[in-house]
């Protein structure tokens, strides 16, 4: 596919009523920032960032792969992208000459192997565009690669075999609308799913995940635009493997994250956002879908036109039933008082008491530190539920927290933070910290820009 060939001055009428992300999603976390190259695509500023962790076996063992915009790895030179063994960072050949946004582990039947997405034209030294592959020893590319920036890497079979998409955009030009696209990957090549544009002149945030439900499975694709595969669609759809559907009316506003939660009566998606209408219902930034239409969950998160988000889904059960826990900018939660996080439990809201600060962040997830499975969430720094209050966990991290993951290393399972700077009990360590219940420790001297000469 080639996204700069297609007519970027095209005009959608499309009105919103709340400012979209501009950073697409997919992976477990993101960060939003503008984006530098290096070599032939420029010069990268100094800030370091993970933009998404994932744990992959090369045959040697499970390892913790941190990827984003990153220079130096403990006393290791890399290229947006390292391995931690546990005991010390290494270098995935010539890493990546742009950033990396997302990591996937994709399993073909084969050997499974590690995928990094982005913008870069190169990956180990091979010219790999935007996407390419790491087996353990070397990188190669996908086919031709894609030809815009990759921000969104998901698996979905739609009975003919599980395949990796790729979701992204093109490049960003202020007063024109932004070409979104969804590509396939098969194994052996690629082919274009679809393209759109942006439903306003910003870069269209973009989340899928698979699901399945009376009409059998498919992908469901979120985000900011109005219509996709050349079907009108408001923000949503479903993807069958051949062709896109509209679910619904869609929504009012962006979609930035979507979930499966089975509370007890079979699962089902739901999906959470900007919009307070969901298929021409009152829903309040986070809705269900039940196979036919929108639900709203009970009075919705936020009231309409305080401009709040959902950014982050995740399933947990604390003990008193499985619930799906919201995360984002919202102060209540069906009628009542919260503070940027809230439990449904399939029928009610409830408060998770001195709920979390927020930045907007999606970086969710459930970890056992020792002491039985909690959340876990980033933002400004971690904080652990129980069902109990919010607690920060450990001797505490300043900084903006993007991805969270967990890996045993052999000695015993951690939970791992990224973003930008974080600092542990006054030791500086940049990018990344690990938690194994009792306290932070810096991992293998974290990560480093190194100065310019």
Partial sequence: ???????????VAASFSATSFAQPLCSPG????????AGAMGAYDSQVAVNSLAVYDDGTGPALFAAGILRVAGDVRVNDIARWDGIRWSRLGAGTNGTIEALTVLDDGSNPVLVAGGYFTHAGGTAAMSVARWNGTDWSPLGSGIDGMVSCLAQFDDGTGRKLYAGGHSQFVTGHPTVGFVERWDGSNWSTVTT???ATQEAPAITMTPFSDAAGPALCVGGNFTSIGGVPALRIARWNGSSFASMSTGMSSTVTALANFDSGSGPSLYAGGQFFSAGGHLVNLIARWNGTDWEALGSGL???GHRRSVAGLVSFDDGSGPALYASGQFSDAGGIPVQNIARWNGT???ALPGGVVSTGNRALAVFDDGSGPALFTGDYWVSRWRGGPWRAVGNGTRGYITALATLDDGSGP???AG???MLDDGVSTQGIVRWDGHRFTPVGGGFEFPPIT
Avoid at 1 to 11: E, P, R, T
Avoid at 30 to 37: E, M, T, Y
């Fill in 1 to 11: 596919m080639k996204i700069k060939s297609i007519l970027l001055g095209a005009v």
């Fill in 30 to 37: 993101w960060v939003d920032k503008q984006f530098a190259f």
């Fill in 196 to 198: 759109f544009l942006s």
């Fill in 302 to 304: 936020d009231l309409p």
């Fill in 348 to 350: 009610a809201w409830s």
């Fill in 414 to 416: 951690a939970l791992y």
């Fill in 419 to 421: 973003g930008t700077i």
